[in-house]
């Protein structure tokens, strides 16, 4: 399974950017992490099968949607109201549900795309 994110890019403090992920076959659950310099990597948002439960970080929860269209298959990051700290390389991650897994742990991923970079300015 290959992934492949895009749509980063410099914006002002308050803007908007779409981020999207192309993947080369459908995957249960995707999600979006990130990394700033410095810092691990931290979850940001996930996405059941039929895009019924979503989840996110209380640090993004209100500004971003994570959205999917399997017959694409094909999972997006709309992130409004950006924030310097939003600044980070912004990977997209698919897997399979294993028994115990949840949604916002590395480990619950299985494939991962190359990311790509998000930068804030104030």
């Known amino acids: 399974v290959q992934l492949q994110a895009s749509g980063g890019g410099s914006v002002q403090a308050g803007g908007s950017l779409r981020l999207s992920c192309a993947a080369s076959s459908v995957i249960p659950n995707m999600g979006w992490f990130r990394q700033a310099p410095g810092k691990e990597r931290e979850f940001v948002a996930a996405?059941?099968?039929?895009?019924?439960?979503?989840y996110y970080s209380d640090s993004v929860k209100g500004r971003f949607t994570v959205s999917r269209n399997n017959a694409k298959n094909m999972v997006s990051l709309q992130m409004n109201s950006l924030k310097p700290d939003d600044t980070a390389v912004y990977y997209c991650?698919?897997?399979?549900?294993?028994?115990?897994?949840?949604?916002?742990?590395?480990?619950?991923?299985?494939?991962w795309g190359r990311g790509t970079l998000v930068t804030v300015s104030s």
């Open positions: 996405i059941s099968w039929g895009g019924s439960s979503t």
């Open positions: 991650a698919a897997g399979y549900p294993k028994y115990g897994s949840g949604w916002s742990s590395t480990k619950d991923y299985d494939y």
